[in-house]
């Protein structure tokens, strides 16, 4: 059932290894033995119901605070993550595009994205980006996602709409070049032409160096962004795996057979 | 530096002391003046815990006030203020009097001491009209000597802000400072004041600030408060009286002393009024700063607005008296007061005590008061994209800060205060 059925790439170097995770917010165990392998240069799927536990996960992933992980571990690259603070994996090159962005009023997004490159790289012992560099990174990929100076200089996400909110969050990935990035729902909220453009934006960093987590509900998405493996998530664990004609038949037939295994999946 | 233990075991007589100095140069007014409000605070004694407005605020700590033997006493301190690039027309002010170069005056703009022009009708005639509502208040009175008046004359507009640079010190000589600044605006006129007040030591101030805005007059009033932070004891009274379509924009970022209590008393006299009273404190260590803020509105239309947010750190407390009272007459009315309060600390303490009184039937009022702390989520996704813990937490209080002083009107001064720590003033 947790067999890897991924294609295969000329690299086998496994980028993220999740191994037995078990994680409970509030008391609630929510991923209940979830492993799941994803080797660099590949852009893994999960699509799976809703409260399954995709966007813990990510959560748990990228280290927010009021997880209780009561057992497995993750790996990023060599590095054992399991318990670091939020701020060290980004350093190492994970990042999360939030499903539900929050807005912070006050701070503007150009502001932030200055201050996220230059503590990155204060973190990798490189030097700041100076403002010219700065102004002309920005520029291209400002451009490239639609994003306009307006909504760069207003607080962070405060007063976008759904979609100019995933916008950002993709705007922050093209900007910030993290080695390991998850995408929760980026696709939801987003119109046709946007969808387009963001996958464009998305599949511009596609390379052998770096690999995707893609959580979706949507094909659609997946005609973009041309998965190598999808992965079904149900009851907090992987149920299913296989390649990308996988997503075409859960959205013919749904999650009803993993409705079952949920019933019955008792928990350890 | 020496430090001399000047214990005041009555603190009401104490802070009294010295009062009657120069009272025979006065002018009559101002010695009956000076005498009634002697007598006052002779009579109430200073306000303890069981008046009802300083519930929260305790000055007993007053009578065992340590004052440094001031060295540098009538040096005037070379405060560098980052208002200086707003090009403006300097004072130096030293102990609420005026030191210094008095520099080139526009037409229409009066600055002079207030010992010099108090024989004059006009000020006498705003002097002695003004009430006398706290033994704060009364006590400035009983000293009123020391101090500038700042007059606009009628239909002039000054185009360069007026920064004045307020240093405070006493010692043991001198137990107290007692400034009075008086700011008249006639009809139409309109000026912009950045008062950057720095204490030193162990100080004791209790400033008064009268301000009659004449009908039409525009004035914006920006105070950085910038002391010596865990030592002084800084009392400030201010009185706004406005008439007919009068603009006030009011903001203040208090840095806080040991102890220090900003009491506004805002009235509303006039129609079409707008006075915007906004403000934001940072407390650190156990400083203890009180805000009291009494807006009335007389006439109809007017609008007023108070937005104040709190930072408060360690084991500091802050107390946020807000009272909006629209009478009768004053249909119309607009009238809004909001204080948010950042703990960010299990032992910082905060005490709100919102009241609207309305007599009127027409109007639009609320208020509010929240306290939290940082909200774990915006600290997440900070923290996701790599920037360090502390400096989120730095980043998110500034932020909640920011949210107040944009709205002050003036875009320059606005960005100037922008560029202010925060948690470290211009330190
Ligand atoms: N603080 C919490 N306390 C208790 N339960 C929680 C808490 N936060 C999340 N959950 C529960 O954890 C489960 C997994 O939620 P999660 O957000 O991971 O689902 P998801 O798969 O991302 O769903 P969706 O497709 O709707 O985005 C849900 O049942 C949710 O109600
Ligand atoms: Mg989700």
Redesign the pocket.
């Known amino acids: 059932m947790r067999a890897q059925l991924g294609r295969k790439k000329e690299s086998n170097y496994k980028m993220i290894k999740i191994k037995d995770l078990h994680a409970s ?2 008391g ?1 165990e ?1 991923l209940k033995g979830l492993s799941l392998e994803i080797p660099k240069g590949e852009v893994h799927a999960i699509m ?1 119901p ?7 996960l990510s959560y748990v992933l990228s280290g927010k605070e009021g997880y209780e992980i009561t057992s497995g571990s993750i790996s990023f690259d060599g590095h054992d993550v399991t318990n670091m603070m939020p701020e060290e994996r980004a350093a190492l090159g994970m990042f999360l595009a939030f ?1 539900y962005p929050v807005e912070i009023p006050g701070v503007t997004t150009i502001n932030f994205l200055r201050t996220a490159i230059n503590s990155l790289r204060k973190a990798r012992g490189e030097e700041e980006m100076d403002a010219i560099s700065f102004l002309k990174l920005q520029k291209a990929r400002t451009a490239e996602l639609g994003v306009t100076m307006d909504m760069l200089k207003r607080g962070l996400n405060v007063g976008f709409s759904g979609g100019e909110k995933k916008r950002n969050e993709v705007l922050q990935l093209v900007m910030l070049e993290p080695r390991f990035a998850v995408l929760d ?1 980026t696709d939801s909220g987003l119109d046709i032409d946007a969808l387009k453009v963001v996958s464009k934006g998305i599949n511009s960093l596609r390379s052998a160096e770096r690999s995707f987590l893609v959580i979706t ?1 949507y094909q659609r998405l997946l005609d973009y962004i041309k998965p190598d493996v999808v992965h079904v998530l149900a009851d907090g664990v992987i149920q299913k795996t296989g390649g990308a004609e996988l997503a075409l038949e859960l959205e013919k037939h749904g999650y009803a057979e993993f409705e079952k295994n949920q019933s019955n999946g008792a928990v350890a | 530096m020496m430090v001399a233990e000047a214990q005041i075991n009555n603190n009401t007589i104490n802070l009294l002391e010295g009062w009657e100095e120069g009272l025979d140069k006065a002018p009559e007014w101002v010695q009956s003046f000076r005498k009634k409000a002697a007598d006052d605070v002779m009579k109430t004694g200073l306000p303890t815990p069981a008046w009802e407005d300083w519930k929260y605020t305790n000055l007993r700590n007053l009578e065992s006030v340590t004052l440094c033997e001031a060295s540098s006493l009538h040096v005037v301190p070379n405060i560098s203020s980052p208002f200086i690039d707003l090009k403006p027309i300097i004072v130096q002010l030293f102990n609420g009097s005026f030191v210094g170069e008095m520099p080139d005056l526009p037409d229409g703009l009066m600055i002079a001491p207030i010992n010099e022009v108090w024989t004059n009708d006009w000020f006498k005639g705003f002097v002695s009209s003004l009430s006398i509502d706290t033994p704060m208040e009364a006590l400035n009175s009983a000293f009123l000597n020391d101090g500038i008046v700042i007059k606009v004359s009628e239909n002039t507009k000054i185009a360069e802000p007026l920064l004045l640079l307020s240093t405070y010190e006493n010692s043991k000589d001198m137990l107290s400072v007692m400034p009075r600044i008086v700011i008249i605006l006639e009809n139409n006129a309109e000026l912009n004041i950045v008062e950057h007040q720095s204490g030193i030591g162990s100080y004791v101030c209790n400033q008064a600030t009268s301000i009659n805005l004449g009908e039409k007059s525009k004035l914006g009033h920006y105070i950085l408060q910038d002391n010596d932070r865990t030592q002084g004891y800084l009392f400030n009274t201010t009185k706004l009286n406005c008439y007919d379509d009068a603009v006030y924009d009011g903001f203040s970022l208090n840095h806080g002393a040991k102890l220090s209590r900003h009491e506004i008393f805002a009235d509303l006299l006039g129609e079409r009024i707008e006075c915007i009273i906004n403000g934001a404190y940072n407390l650190i260590s156990t400083q203890h700063h009180d805000t009291t803020i009494k807006t009335g509105h007389f006439s109809p239309n007017s609008i007023s607005k108070q937005i104040y947010k709190g930072v408060i750190n360690h084991e500091a407390s802050a107390v946020f008296q807000g009272r909006i009272c629209v009478h009768n007459d004053a249909q119309g009315t607009d009238g809004h007061q909001l204080n948010r309060t950042l703990l960010l600390s299990e032992k910082a303490e905060f005490n709100a005590k919102p009241e609207l009184k309305i007599y009127a039937d027409d109007v639009k009022c609320s208020h509010g008061v929240t306290s939290g702390d940082l909200n774990d989520e915006e600290l997440f996704y900070l923290r996701s994209r790599g920037i360090p813990e502390i400096e989120a937490k730095q980043i998110l209080t500034k932020a909640f800060v920011a949210e107040v002083i944009e709205g002050i009107k003036d875009s320059v001064v606005r960005d100037i205060f922008l560029s202010i720590s925060i948690e470290e003033g211009t330190k």
């Open positions: 917010i509030d609630k929510v799976g809703n409260g399954s536990g995709k966007s813990t499903q729902e509900h």
